[in-house]
């Protein structure tokens, strides 16, 4: 891959349900082909030199859906945090959470820590999971946790505060499935991002779809502001 690369990528991972409409199928399958989707698109945006990876699978205003839904959702989670952890420590990736573990079941909890502790040591890059996340909320937690220490509020220390705390700036923000806005995700941490957003249901988001994205990135003229 050639051209400027991002060092910090994040997804909204959008369409799932609507992909599985469109072929008369249940939304639980659209949620399983989004999966699928998403293991290969995480591998090859580390295979692109992406450092960073943080993609939106589940909002903490997702959490109103139906309780059929969300159990099939919450059953992918489980799947994913018990077969893939290894495959991830053995490429040398580390697996982190954002969002409000209160929020989710325990026995997704107990996997999501599970895994966090058993990819810690990788080095190679960060994919972070936003499962029952929200960027407000988490501004809000954030100054609640500084105040508690009775810290000042500075920018490195609300920056080390969110969910992201350690984490650079997010370059490039994609969003498929036709929508475009950012629906409550990295409020903070997107403020110069650039975004790409993709007619694409996240199903066939494609390596290639993703390389056009990248291409596009390359093409921008990041300023900061600046001349």
Same mark, same amino acid.
């Given at each position: 891959?050639?051209?400027?690369?991002?060092?910090?990528? /994040?997804?909204?991972?959008?369409?799932?349900? $609507?992909?599985?409409?469109? $072929?008369?199928?249940?939304?639980?399958?659209?949620?399983?082909?989004?999966?699928?989707?998403?293991?290969?698109?995480?591998?090859?945006?580390?295979?692109?030199?992406? !450092? &960073?990876?943080?993609?939106?699978?589940?909002?903490?205003?997702?959490?109103?859906?139906?309780? !059929?839904?969300?159990?099939?959702?919450?059953?992918?989670?489980? !799947?994913?945090?018990?077969?893939?952890?290894?495959?991830?420590?053995?490429?040398?990736?580390?697996?982190?959470?954002?969002?409000?573990?209160?929020?989710?079941?325990?026995?997704?909890?107990?996997?999501?820590?599970?895994?966090?502790?058993?990819?810690?040591?990788?080095?190679?890059?960060?994919?972070?999971?936003?499962? =029952? &996340?929200?960027?407000?909320?988490?501004?809000?937690?954030?100054?609640?946790?500084?105040?508690?220490?009775?810290?000042?509020?500075? /920018?490195?220390?609300?920056?080390?505060?969110?969910?992201?705390?350690?984490?650079?700036?997010?370059?490039?923000?994609?969003?498929?499935?036709? !929508?475009?806005?950012?629906?409550?995700?990295?409020?903070?941490?997107?403020?110069?991002?650039?975004?790409?957003?993709?007619?694409?249901?996240?199903?066939?988001?494609?390596?290639?779809?993703?390389?056009?994205?990248?291409?596009?990135?390359?093409?921008?003229?990041? $300023?900061? =502001?600046?001349?």
């Amino acid at each position: 891959m050639s051209g400027k690369i991002p060092r910090h990528v /994040a997804v909204i991972m959008d369409g799932n349900g $609507r992909w599985a409409k469109k $072929r008369l199928l249940p939304r639980a399958a659209g949620h399983r082909a989004g999966l699928t989707r998403m293991i290969g698109l995480s591998d090859h945006i580390f295979a692109c030199g992406v !450092e &960073y990876c943080t993609l939106f699978a589940l909002s903490a205003e997702n959490l109103a859906r139906p309780k !059929e839904e969300l159990d099939a959702l919450f059953a992918l989670f489980c !799947e994913y945090f018990s077969e893939y952890a290894e495959p991830l420590k053995e490429k040398g990736i580390r697996l982190k959470t954002l969002g409000d573990p209160a929020l989710v079941p325990e026995n997704v909890r107990k996997l999501m820590r599970e895994a966090e502790e058993k990819t810690r040591l990788g080095e190679r890059g960060t994919l972070s999971l936003a499962i =029952g &996340y929200g960027g407000r909320q988490d501004i809000v937690r954030a100054c609640g946790l500084l105040a508690q220490k009775g810290e000042p509020v500075t /920018a490195e220390n609300f920056a080390a505060a969110l969910s992201t705390g350690g984490m650079p700036a997010v370059d490039l923000l994609i969003r498929t499935g036709k !929508e475009k806005r950012l629906s409550n995700f990295l409020l903070y941490e997107a403020a110069y991002a650039e975004l790409y957003f993709s007619d694409l249901y996240f199903p066939d988001f494609s390596d290639e779809a993703f390389d056009s994205a990248l291409a596009e990135f390359a093409r921008r003229d990041r $300023r900061f =502001g600046k001349l």
